[in-house]
Nanobody, 125 residues
């Protein structure tokens, strides 16, 4: 069974940090582009960060550049999203998903599949 499971969300004060995990079962993550997305109440889902499969090139939304870092641990079949200097506007459900690299597209322009169930991140004092 192909499955992605997100974890690591929670309640954190502004300026705090969280590390989200995206663990795969039933397939090997290293062969896929992995993207992190988020959706806040009343808003559309948006791309946060992604990491390529070929050379681990990373992409970030402008709103999180310099604060979030995506990485992968192939031995653990897991991709992480380290989130620092969190802001209330980072509050959302965070999802991970897979994509395959293709010519002519990159980053959030790819077609993502195998969405996880999401993990809630709440930034509030």
């Amino acid at each position: 069974q192909v499955q992605l499971v997100e974890s690591g969300g929670g309640l954190v004060q502004p300026g705090g940090s969280l590390r989200l995990s995206c663990a795969a079962s039933g397939f090997t993550l290293e062969y896929y582009v992995i993207g992190w997305f988020r959706q806040a109440p009343g808003k559309e889902r948006e791309g946060v960060s992604c990491i390529s499969s070929s050379d681990d090139t990373t992409y970030y939304a402008d709103s999180v550049k310099g604060r979030f870092t995506i990485s992968r641990d192939n031995a653990k079949n897991t991709v992480y999203l380290q989130m620092n200097s969190l802001k209330p506007e980072d509050t959302a459900v965070y999802y991970c998903a897979t994509a395959l690299e293709r010519v002519g597209a990159r980053g959030f322009d790819l077609s993502y599949h195998n969405w996880g169930q999401g993990t809630q991140v709440t930034v509030s004092s």
